[in-house]
């Protein structure tokens, strides 16, 4: 099984930044793609982010396109979401996302991912 852990969000004013962290574990868990994904009250889950197991390959949703950037750091199996010039509109909870383990290519199809991290609330106030 693979378990993954998010971190960093909180309440902060808009044009604030955050950095939002995913620490992976796990007996299963090697060489695979991740991703961020949310979802806003009453909202569907959607795409965010999501970065190849290299860091070669990254896909932004067109919105977050320049104000966030996904990275990852292999030898700590954290991911990472760089967020700034945050947006009231980007109120959500963050959800890092794992593929099976072989499967490095990044995706931007939530059903590609195989385990789900509990979440992390972020709200951005005006």
């Known amino acids: 099984q693979v378990q993954l852990v998010e971190s960093g969000g909180g309440l902060v004013q808009a044009g604030d930044s955050l950095r939002l962290s995913c620490a992976a574990s796990g007996r299963t868990f090697s060489r695979c793609a991740m991703g961020w994904f949310r979802q806003a009250p009453g909202k569907e889950r959607e795409f965010a982010a999501s970065?190849?197991?290299?860091?070669?390959?990254?896909y932004y949703a067109d919105s977050l396109k320049g104000r966030f950037t996904i990275s990852r750091d292999n030898a700590k199996n954290t991911v990472y979401l760089q967020m700034n010039s945050l947006k009231p509109e980007d109120t959500a909870v963050y959800y890092c996302?794992?593929?099976?383990?072989?499967?490095?290519?990044?995706?931007?199809?939530?059903?590609?991912?195989?385990?789900w991290g509990q979440g992390t609330q972020v709200t951005i106030s005006s």
């Open positions: 996302a794992a593929r099976n383990s072989g499967n490095m290519a990044a995706s931007v199809d939530r059903y590609q991912y195989a385990y």
């Open positions: 970065i190849s197991w290299s860091g070669g390959t990254t």
